[in-house]
T-cell receptor
Framework: RKEVEQDPGPFNVPEGATVAFNCTYSNSASQSFFWYRQDCRKEPKLLMS???SGNEDGRFTAQLNRASQYISLLIRDSKLSDSATYLC????????????FGAGTRLTVKP | GAVVSQHPSWVICKSGTSVKIECRSL??????MFWYRQFPKQSLMLMATSNEGSKATYEQGVEKDKFLINHASLTLSTLTVTSAHPEDSSFYICSARDHRTSGVTDTQYFGPGTRLTVL
């Protein structure tokens, strides 16, 4: 079983749509959780950290369910510029020295 | 945010040659840097953790004699792929941890990556 699993997609949605991505992780000792965004042939960029209580940053909402070892990302009012691959990242150490990446979920937002 | 650079951004080489990739933190000191590899449509895989002034820590399955890591200063880590073969062709990405941000949310900043093609 992979350490971090994501639905690879692709998700093709129209502008303005709401889309949700899910991610599961296998290590119950995981401490830190993130969503990164990666554009084609580019490096990953931090989108947001995920906190136990859930957190929101503009159109993006992240949720964490430790009992189910499950993380989600919700994007509201999708923009064309949201088209990218979204990577779920988990770390079992507080200093994030061992970040484990999911393979990513590809999102394409169409006009 | 903090800036991390990599050089070269892409390289094509013949099988059997060695390739050195540099990772620099431009506006902060990074005692810890990380090297990842990403094959097409796959996740980033951590190869090794590079610590300034000490030996790198390699992940299971990564050959330390093939992927030589040197972290001689607080702003530079190098990865040398020795005797490269076509199966080493991949996207190599480094990241550096900014120790100005302390605590549980130490942030890793990624370099732009180096695309290696071995013929």
């Amino acid at each position: 079983r992979k350490e971090v699993e994501q639905d690879p997609g692709p998700f093709n949605v129209p502008e303005g749509a709401t889309v949700a991505f899910n991610c599961t992780y296998s290590n119950s000792a995981s401490q830190s959780f993130f969503w990164y965004r990666q554009d084609c042939r580019k490096e990953p960029k931090l989108l947001m950290s995920v906190y136990s209580s859930g957190n929101e940053d503009g159109r993006f909402t992240a949720q964490l369910n430790r009992a189910s070892q499950y993380i989600s990302l919700l994007i509201r009012d999708s923009k064309l510029s949201d088209s990218a691959t979204y990577l779920c990242v988990v770390s079992a150490r507080f200093n994030n020295n061992d970040m484990r990446f999911g393979a990513g979920t590809r999102l394409t937002v169409k006009p | 945010g903090a800036v991390v650079s990599q050089h070269p951004s892409w390289v094509i080489c013949k099988s059997g040659t060695s390739v050195k990739i540099e990772c620099r933190s431009l506006d902060f000191q990074a005692t810890t840097m990380f090297w990842y590899r990403q094959f097409p449509k796959q996740s980033l895989m951590l190869m090794a953790t590079s610590n300034e002034g000490s030996k790198a820590t390699y992940e299971q399955g990564v050959e330390k004699d093939k992927f030589l890591i040197n972290h001689a200063s607080l702003t530079l880590s190098t990865l040398t792929v020795t005797s490269a073969h076509p199966e080493d062709s991949s996207f190599y990405i480094c990241s550096a941890r900014d120790h100005r941000t302390s605590g549980v949310t130490d942030t890793q900043y990624f370099g732009p990556g180096t695309r290696l093609t071995v013929l």
